[in-house]
């Protein structure tokens, strides 16, 4: 696969100090002024040969000390020339809204710097670039013969891991992930769950290709934004039937680059089980079966039925033979709103920060904010064994953005083992 980028105008801006069209709410009321003109583009992948001009990214303008002086909400609300005081300033422009560490689009992010001069106009590029990675997973024909359910992940060494199941479909749409620490290795953890009952687990980690990298010098060796990674699955089966063992291969595209190099998948360890027939039970990695962590179907409702829904559809079991330690939920939404609400609940009820990471184990404000929504939970105290987290008592506060909302689990028992899983929950308009 082939990256080509393609520059897609946002604003033509003007470059004569006397344009009559001019911006002067940054004339300083004593000093010399200049003029800044600015003109915002994004890079993306070529699919098309058609152009399309930005007209919805935000456009914010900063001076030497970080402040901000000017601020677009849209970029075609920025006048052809802006009046502003001498001084150096910082032009920033993006996706509109906040990134988040999972999307389901791509999230651009440009920067210029720029040094205004008395009676001069000052021409600006911001050119944008994908500040987030595409990563898809990929199953073979022979992995959909063998497998019935699986869970996959990948972990940046963040506090959130990318995690994807059978619940996700046989192709799964990809992914844009934020590597907001632009790790040199991911660690990819598989496990699955056989037609004959047998679970087949192995955990490798992934590398760009030091000798393709020696060819193409300018790639950077780190995960970073704009990086096309494809991982393809593939089980080796015995002459038994029996599965034995997981081919994992990957590859990937990245920013500026004029090929794909393939990435070093290196075992770490791999643990094919007995391939004897077991109960099937959770194929989520972590924890092996010290921690039973079940997670439910994905559910889809209208906005409306979100309000008389079971809530038990949305019921996330969870045993642990050690005791519970912690229990982080943590929400991601296709929908920037329901972000922002999510966020606010923090401020009004501490500890219930649903947007990063909430810790369930002891938390009685996460009691109180389901109560102020007229539902109940409980909350486990450290060291019990059994526990449901009711992710449908969440439906009604759903139902009033639609959208992809998926919770992920992180459950952490007394000796340190783990076990993730995801619930997915759509509403509809």
Same mark, same amino acid.
């Given at each position: ?44 992948? *070529? ?44 032009? *920033? ?86 590597? *907001? ?249």
């Amino acid at each position: 696969m082939k990256l080509k980028y393609t520059y897609l105008t946002g604003i033509v801006a003007a470059a004569m100090f006397t344009a009559c069209s001019s911006d002067t709410d940054s004339v300083a009321p004593n000093g010399d002024t200049g003029m800044m003109a600015v003109n915002v583009t994004k890079e993306t992948p *070529e699919t098309t040969r058609a152009n399309t001009q930005v007209y919805d990214f935000p456009v914010i303008v900063k001076d030497a000390e970080g402040n901000v002086v000017k601020s677009y909400e849209r970029a075609d609300a920025v006048p052809s020339t802006v009046l502003m005081a001498v001084g150096n300033y910082v032009v *920033e422009s993006h996706t509109p809204g906040e990134i988040q560490k999972r999307m389901t689009t791509p999230y651009y992010f440009g920067s210029a710097d720029m040094e205004i001069k008395k009676d001069l106009t000052t021409n600006v590029d911001v050119i944008c670039k994908m500040l987030n990675s595409s990563i898809q997973m990929q199953y073979d024909a022979d992995f959909l013969k063998l497998f019935t359910a699986w869970t996959i992940t990948l972990d940046d060494g963040t506090e959130t891991a990318l995690a994807f199941t059978n619940n996700d479909g046989n192709t799964p749409e990809a992914v844009y992930w934020y590597f *907001e620490n632009t790790p040199e290795v991911l660690t990819l953890q598989f496990k699955g769950t056989t037609k004959a009952g047998a679970v087949i687990s192995a955990t490798r980690t992934l590398q760009k290709d030091e000798v393709a990298l020696k060819e193409y010098p300018d790639a950077d060796k780190k995960f970073v934004g704009g990086d096309v990674l494809v991982i393809n699955f593939s089980p080796v089966e015995s002459t038994s039937g029996n599965v034995t063992e997981i081919h994992i291969n990957a590859n990937v595209s990245f920013d500026e680059s004029e090929t794909t190099i393939p990435v070093d998948v290196t075992v770490a360890s791999l643990t094919p089980g007995t391939d004897e027939p077991g109960t099937g039970d959770d194929p989520t990695p972590g924890g092996d079966d010290l921690i039973k962590l079940t997670i439910p179907a994905p559910v889809t409702l209208s906005a409306a039925e979100s309000a008389t829904a079971d809530p038990s559809t949305g019921d996330v079991t969870m045993v642990a033979q050690n005791g519970l330690k912690s229990v982080i939920v943590k929400v991601q939404s296709s929908s920037d709103e329901m972000m922002e609400q999510l966020a606010a609940v923090a401020d009004e009820y501490p500890g219930v920060d649903l947007v990063n990471g909430c810790e369930v184990v002891g938390n009685q404000n996460l009691v109180a904010f389901l109560g102020g929504l007229g539902k109940e939970i409980t909350v486990p105290a450290e060291g019990d064994t059994n526990y449901t987290f009711p992710v449908g008592q969440f439906y009604l506060f759903l139902g009033i953005l639609p959208g992809e909302h998926n919770f992920l689990m992180t459950v952490t028992d007394m000796q340190g083992n783990k076990k993730t899983g995801t619930v997915k929950v759509t509403i509809t308009e």
